[in-house]
């Protein structure tokens, strides 16, 4: 008989696999890639420490300014605060398909990007991440912590968009961010969610596209909190549940809501709807439906549909005015 110890008492192939001892085994391949200036479109990038205290740190992406027109130390960008996707429990900033995603994204639209490496459960459970993500919004938003932030960052033009889990917490953190002051007064103008991870009680189910899938993404969000949940009705993971507030209380000027064809398409669709009927106008809330499969603007960038959401986030920015 195996070691008691070795019982697996989570399991999410092909993410991870956790065991009774304790010990977590990350399942995906190691893909992390250095920063760098990538040849090609002139972006640099680089790491930067938030908070030492938790290791919070963030890779920052500057365009090349001189190319964007105005001398150096004269052009001002939209901040751009980008969390990865990846469960809550795998993902990094520097993950090969996160950090060339944001690479695209500052060369594309032409902002300042801030991909926040939040703690990941279930050594951090949530709202671990929650917590990182508010406080790296904050940094960036004090605009005085670093120095491309000080020349280059446009206070006035903050956004932050979420990728799949990553969409959660960026909900979540925006939900704070219309209770509690950013620094010297500064203010989202807008949230945008690529695919992201909501889901929603028994009552405003659907249909289920995936039931193994369904599953486990149920299965997920309790691990990730370590037991420390409602369930489906925490309004952390379902914003349109009973319990939740009003999406009317997000603290951002305008919303974009993408979605893929995946297990997640139904319950992002709930969200979007949620937003109208909580008296958000049409034109400050907008719903993208690709049709493609979740993970599409990371694995095929230049696909054509891949291309339109990056044009998309891009218009969605404001551009360089």
């Known amino acids: 008989m195996g070691d008691p110890v070795d019982e697996i008492t989570f399991e999410f192939v092909p993410l991870i696999r956790h065991y009774k001892s304790g010990r977590v085994e990350r399942l995906l391949p190691e893909s992390r890639v250095p920063p760098s200036v990538d040849a090609a479109t002139g972006v640099a990038s680089r790491d930067v420490t938030i908070d030492r205290a938790t290791g919070l740190w963030a890779r920052l992406y500057l365009p090349d300014v001189e190319g964007c027109g105005g001398g150096a130390g004269k052009l001002l960008l939209p901040i751009v605060l980008y969390l990865h996707g990846g469960g809550l429990v795998v993902g990094s900033a520097a993950d090969a398909l996160e950090h060339w995603f944001a ?8 902002v300042l990007v801030v991909s926040v490496d939040y703690r990941l459960a279930p050594e951090h459970p949530v ?9 790296a919004l904050r940094w960036a938003a004090a605009g005085n912590a670093d120095p491309w932030l000080r020349d280059h960052g446009d206070r006035e033009r903050v956004f932050v968009v979420g990728y799949s889990t990553g969409g959660n917490v960026a909900h979540n953190v925006i939900l704070r961010a219309g209770a509690e002051e950013l620094p010297g ?27 193994w899938m369904r599953a ?14 409602t369930g489906l009705d925490d309004p952390r993971i379902n914003p349109v549940a009973d319990s939740a507030p009003s999406l009317r209380q997000l603290g951002c000027d305008r ?14 669709r709930a969200y979007y709807d949620g937003l109208l009927e909580s008296g958000w106008a ?40």
């Open 282 to 321: 049409e034109d400050a809330a907008d719903l993208l439906v690709s049709g493609e499969d979740h993970e599409y603007v990371h694995r095929e960038p230049d696909s054509a549909k891949a291309v339109v959401l990056m044009d998309r986030l891009g218009a969605f920015f404001g551009g360089n005015k």
């Open 255 to 268: 919303v974009l809501v993408c979605l893929a064809d995946d297990e997640l398409e139904l319950r992002g």
């Open 103 to 110: 690479n695209r994204l500052c060369a594309r639209a032409r």
């Open 185 to 211: 007064g500064a203010r989202v103008k807008g949230m945008a969610l690529l695919h992201p991870y909501f889901m929603a009680g028994k009552k405003a189910d659907g249909e289920v596209k995936n039931a």
């Open 216 to 229: 486990k993404l149920e299965q997920m969000w309790a691990f990730a909190c370590g037991g420390r949940t």
């Open 127 to 135: 709202p671990a991440c929650y917590d990182d993500a508010w406080s």
